[in-house]
């Protein structure tokens, strides 16, 4: 795992922006410089920390929705950075080499900003400006290890031309520097963009997929609430998600906690959360123990702190109660990001523990084990949780998308397929998370990864579960509602799945219309 890479963007693009606002600042003081450059270059100054706070707060839904409305402050930024240099290159104040290279990258980020908020507000972009919008995400993904997936923190930033000469011989390298990076963005980007129509077209296979029957009670759809627990949850949040819950009529709920929260009230809030929600007899309720910072993964990885873990693991089993506890969220996939990619035996020996631990207080509780990266080591941790004298109870897997789209959700439900096939096991399989990326990838995309997901899931007699991650977004960018409030296409497609399959179980025959796909491409 490439972890350096994440904090090598994160700098330079720190970098850039102090470059920015000095430069800014210079050349406000030219004396010579038209006024009218001048004043654009100022407001590019002035603008650009408060627009990138913008553009953070309105990624999440607990500060997205009272921001909504000044969304547009980010994009209108970029294009006072696209004209700053497009003057600085129509009146000769900066080298063509430097400045032409500038001004193009600025003109894309420009871009794929406008696109990012159009699609977000829900709009259904074409084909080729989505391509483009993917595109970027594309090649910010490479420069990120993939983190610009899901996390907000991770986007680029635009460069201010440097008007007039360099006053010494290391700016003028920084600029060249600059230049030659804005030119070779651009070129990835340029050449990503014909893969983003690939990308594109691959999720359409989904529109085909179709539930398969199955017996009432059998299988269960559910949806991740809340961000990862390490503070009481904002009752904005708390309302929105709820309502969704109601709204879908699922019968599963998961939440995410983390370990160092469990010794606050966090707990206590999240109890008082799931008490209503389980005097449903139908509905499940799924803990899992996450990771603090993991989408935020640079730096050097904490330890892995087992006591902290199993005080963790007594804490929520005696105060949440759940029905399955997973005492490692998806070992190799946020584990790995937040920790290190750690030894098989370690993970299989703290999840022994943990279940030792829970079973003693209470029995009820199944463990389960979540498989995401489909790597060697995920392969052989699963094949010992689903060995018949493991300590697990149930098995399973996250199925997400990656930068290829469709290609690698069907590479990972295939190698889930292998796997099952290998170690037959009567043990009860869920999918513990999935879902897409809907400002990556657009929302159409993400409904129909939700829906090929679901066609899996219900193929497999042995997969009695599928949680749908998450109600909204937080730090990740997957929820099936908008920082705005709006539902996304994606909700609808699992509200229908859930009926179609309550439908299907209550009738002797359910006709093709019953496990039909959703039509995508038709949802608001």
């Known amino acids: ?171 003028a390298t920084f600029r060249g520097v600059l230049a030659t990076y804005a030119l070779v963005w651009t070129a990835f980007v340029a050449i990503a963009v014909l893969k983003g129509q690939v990308v594109l077209r691959e999720y359409r296979q989904y529109d085909e997929a179709r539930l398969t029957e199955r017996p009432a009670g059998d299988f269960r759809i559910g949806v991740k609430i809340l961000p990862d627990i390490a503070r009481p949850p904002a009752a904005l949040a708390l309302r929105g998600d709820l309502a969704l819950v109601h709204d ?81 969220e998806d070992p190799y996939g946020a584990g790995a990001r937040a920790l290190g990619l750690l030894p098989v035996e370690t993970w299989e020996g703290y999840i022994t523990e943990a279940s030792q631990l829970a079973k003693r207080l209470r029995p009820r509780t199944q463990i389960g084990v979540s498989a995401s990266a489909f790597g060697s080591r995920d392969s052989t941790l699963y094949a010992w949780a689903a060995a018949d004298g493991s300590p697990v109870d149930v098995v399973g897997f996250s199925f997400f998308p990656g930068p290829k789209g469709a290609q690698d959700l069907n590479a990972s439900m295939r190698a889930a397929d292998r796997w099952m096939r290998a170690t037959p096991t009567s043990k009860p399989h869920w999918v513990f998370n999935s879902g897409g990326y809907p400002l990556a990838h657009g929302e159409r995309s993400q409904a129909r990864a939700l829906m090929g997901t679901l066609a899996w899931a219900t193929a497999h007699p042995r997969v009695k579960g599928l949680v749908v991650a998450s109600a909204s977004d937080y730090v990740g960018a997957t929820g099936l509602q908008a920082p705005d409030g709006r539902r996304r296409p994606a909700a609808t497609v699992a509200l229908r799945a859930i009926r179609s399959l309550r439908e299907s179980a209550g009738s002797p025959r359910a006709t093709p219309a019953d496990t039909a796909a959703p039509r995508v491409e038709d949802e608001p």
């Open 1 to 171: 795992m490439r972890s350096w890479l994440p904090a090598a963007h994160l700098a330079l693009t720190l970098i850039i922006l102090i470059w920015d606002v000095a430069l800014a600042g210079r050349i406000m003081h030219v004396r010579r410089a038209p006024r009218s450059f001048a004043a654009v270059t100022a407001l590019c100054g002035f603008f650009i920390l408060p627009a990138v706070a913008i553009h953070l707060a309105t990624s999440t839904v607990v500060t997205g929705r009272a921001l909504v409305l000044v969304g547009f402050i980010w994009p209108a930024t970029l294009g006072l950075f696209v004209l700053q240099a497009a003057l600085a290159l129509g009146r000769r104040l900066v080298n063509p080499v430097i400045g032409l290279p500038i001004l193009v990258f600025n003109i894309i980020v420009a871009l794929s900003a406008a696109l990012s908020v159009l699609s977000a507000s829900g709009t259904r972009l074409l084909e080729l400006p989505l391509a483009v919008l993917v595109a970027q995400t594309d090649v910010l993904s490479i420069a990120t290890g993939g983190a610009a997936l899901v996390s907000p923190f991770f986007f680029t930033v635009p460069i201010l031309a440097p008007a007039f000469p360099p006053l010494r011989g290391l700016t």
């Open 248 to 328: 879908l009529e699922v019968n599963a709920v998961s939440v995410t906690v983390v370990p160092d929260a469990v010794d606050g009230i966090a707990l206590d809030s999240i109890a008082r959360i799931l008490d209503p929600l389980r005097r449903t007899d139908s509905m499940t309720v799924l803990v899992a123990i996450g990771y603090r910072g993991e989408l935020l993964p640079i730096g050097r990885k904490p330890g892995f702190d087992r006591a902290q873990r199993l005080r963790a693991v007594d804490q929520i089993v005696r105060r949440l109660r759940p029905d399955i506890l997973l005492p490692a």
